[in-house]
């Protein structure tokens, strides 16, 4: 009697316990839960932390609640060019109403991706054909990117799921495509250059011509002030010259004499040929005739 009452008390005790393992459940902050009575949802707002439920009765169902990424393989897509480019692109997406997105999935994120998958891609399809290459891979990526999370967001929001970002991260050409786009922008690079080139050439014979100009400009003010200042010494010396004349003539014609010396034989090698009589040397034989003029 003793024995049977110790085995229905540990077999007691074990069906709490199962029943307690099985009332207990955990939310992790990284989840989104539903509450299921029966299969049928019954709360879909659980916080993190640590439930009760009853058993066999409820069950919890539990999903990834952080940002997932969908890496697409790279796509061929055509643009308003009818040419080829490689699209390699990904998305970040994540569950917003997680009973919405079981009814619409059944808790499959798989069929969410595929799903997000096939909108991603018509979106790039729409989104090229309406740009020549040089838009897409220059000029419009930022603008595509953005049209394809908005257009993206409406389309998923059916499934309860929302669209963070969608990122283009490499568009190739292919090689029958890209050597005419390179060619294309070695031939824009080059006009560009020229226009360039021709502005600078401009600019510099402009500068050149108001150097020259101001050149001739400073000259002849030069030439001018000079002339003035020259002209204004040959009268301060002439003046000089006939003050000193008045003063003492008969100085004067001798240092006149001596310059005409001078001016005449500045070197050893100058020879003049005259007579001996010639006025040139009558002021030496009589001082008082004065020097020839």
């Known amino acids: 009697m003793g024995q049977n009452s110790v085995k229905l008390g540990v077999i007691g005790l074990l069906a709490l316990l199962v029943l307690g393992a099985f009332s207990i459940y955990t939310v992790d902050e990284r989840q989104k839960a539903i509450l299921f009575r029966l299969g049928e949802i019954v709360r879909t707002d659980l916080e993190p932390g640590i439930h009760f439920k009853f058993p066999l009765i409820y069950n919890v169902g539990k999903f990834d609640g952080r940002i997932l990424t969908l890496d697409e393989a790279p796509e061929r897509f055509l643009t308003s060019e009818k040419k080829n480019v490689m699209v390699d692109s990904f998305v970040k997406w994540r569950i917003d109403d997680v009973g919405r997105f079981y009814q619409r999935t059944g808790g499959d994120e798989r069929t969410a991706a595929m799903r997000l998958s096939q909108i991603l891609k018509d979106g790039l399809r729409s989104e090229f054909a309406k740009r020549t290459v040089q838009e897409v891979v220059s000029g419009d990526r930022a603008q595509i990117m953005d049209i394809l999370t908005e257009n993206a967001n409406r389309q998923v929001s059916e499934l309860g799921i929302s669209v963070v970002d969608v990122r283009i991260q490499q568009i190739e050409l292919p090689a029958e495509v890209s050597g005419s786009v390179y060619r294309r922008m070695e031939a824009e690079r080059a006009r560009v250059a020229r226009d360039f080139r021709s502005r600078g050439a401009e600019a510099a014979e402009r ?31 002439t003046d000089i010259y006939a003050k000193a004349y008045t003063r003492d003539p008969e100085f004067y014609a001798f240092y006149r004499s001596l310059r005409a010396y001078r001016d005449t034989f500045r070197d050893r090698s100058d020879v003049i040929l005259m ?19």
């Not at 108001?210 to 301060?236: K, M, P, S």
């Not at 007579?275 to 003029?293: H, I, L, M, T």
């Open 207 to 237: 500068i050149r011509a108001d150097a020259d100009r101001q050149r001739t400009v400073i000259l002849a003010e030069a030439y001018r002030d000079a002339e003035v200042i020259r002209g204004e010494g040959d009268a301060r010396a």
């Open 275 to 293: 007579q001996p009589d010639s006025e040139f040397f009558r002021y030496f034989k009589n001082p008082e005739q004065g020097v020839a003029r």
